[in-house]
């Protein structure tokens, strides 16, 4: 049987909305008006060019449901866009344990079809979506007759953020810091991640349709490349009164820069090491009552290998690394 527009609304984590365009599940991890905001920022900056097609990237999104399907098979499409890379993974997990992963490399292939065997009896599915693609899904399929019902994770989480939070560079959806701390906290993550974003204060007042019980926050590394440390800081401090303000309820945990081999440079806006920025986000996060900063220096090793790009970008292991450490700080404040 083919899933339709309202089980697949049912089943889909990590959006704020499923829509079927041309016979294609589309997913957006924006709203309207926050891609608004992102697309005004990319007009205004011209070193944010294509920075608003990423958007549409599925970074963290997932199906999550129960089954007794023997099999899911589907058609995806690639669309341009969604990032700088040109590699796209499909991660297959059952009952918390990946069973499958498919990689595309869509410089050469733009859709096809998957079809993954399911263990027999019934079973808690989830498939990851690419993070560094704009992905459709058509005829998404199951046995006939078998039960599909969505699974929700106990808590709900927003992680905004750079190229880092976007995915870059996880060889597997499901194995960025952001996803593997969602598994950590049982939470059903939004990835508003994208490559190359700094503070942007409008988007922190813009809500998403549910309210989150966690929300984490890792800009900065762009940011000390390209501001000035009065800028950063009008802008960091901005960012998260709004953020504070919108989300009261909400355990928000900012996480300075991770890691960045390339930080010890002079000759940017910033004016001083990357490692800095902390201070200047701690400082900006003052006076806020569920704000809590996490020093992300500390948290990544100073290793090339850890890197997918040998200096700023994590690859599988130094995502797990990330991942692990992070987990350990966040469980202090939560």
């Known amino acids: 049987m083919y899933l339709n ?30 891609t608004e905001v992102l697309r005004h920022a990319a007009e205004l900056d011209p070193q944010k060019k294509n920075f608003y097609d990423k958007t549409y990237a599925t970074s963290g999104v997932r199906l999550a449901f129960r089954t ?23 991660d297959l997990y059952q009952d918390g344990l990946m069973t499958e992963h498919c990689n595309v490399d869509y410089q050469h292939v733009s859709g096809g079809h998957i079809n993954f065997a399911l263990s027999a009896g019934e079973k808690t599915v989830e498939l990851y979506l690419p993070w560094s693609a704009v992905v459709a899904l058509k005829n998404v399929e199951l046995d006939d007759g ?17 190229s880092i939070t976007h995915g870059y560079d996880a060889s597997f959806p499901s194995q960025s810091y952001a996803c593997r701390i969602a598994r950590l906290l049982d939470a059903d993550e939004t990835n508003k991640g994208l490559g190359g974003d700094i503070f942007n204060p409008p988007l922190a007042e813009l809500p998403d349709p549910t309210a989150p019980d966690i929300v984490t926050v890792a800009y900065g590394t762009n940011d000390w490349s390209r501001c000035t440390p009065e800028v950063l800081f009008e802008n960091a401090k901005a960012f998260y009164s709004r953020l504070s303000a919108l989300y009261p309820n909400a355990k ?18 910033f004016g001083s090491p990357c490692v800095n920025v902390d ?7 003052q006076g806020l009552s569920n704000v809590t900063l996490i020093n992300g ?32 700080e966040i469980a202090k404040h939560i």
């Not at 007794?68 to 499909?90: M, T, V």
């Open 146 to 162: 078998a039960a599909v019902v969505g699974v929700s994770r106990k808590l709900k989480m927003i992680c905004f953020g750079d």
């Open 279 to 285: 201070a200047v986000i701690r400082k900006a996060c």
């Open 68 to 90: 007794d399907s023997s099999r899911i098979g589907f058609d995806f499409e690639i669309f341009p866009g969604g990032s700088s890379r040109l590699y796209a993974g499909f």
């Open 297 to 328: 220096w500390k948290l990544t090793p100073a290793v090339k290998d850890f890197y997918a790009d040998q200096w700023l970008h994590p690859n599988d292991l130094g995502f797990g690394v990330y991942a692990s450490n992070l987990y350990r």
């Open 5 to 34: 527009l309202e089980q697949m609304r049912e089943i889909t984590r990590g959006v704020t909305h499923v829509e079927l365009i041309d016979g294609a599940f589309r997913f957006y991890r924006f709203t309207e008006a926050q």
């Open 252 to 269: 928000i945990l900012g996480i300075s820069p991770i890691c960045r081999l390339s930080g010890n440079r002079s000759d940017t806006p």
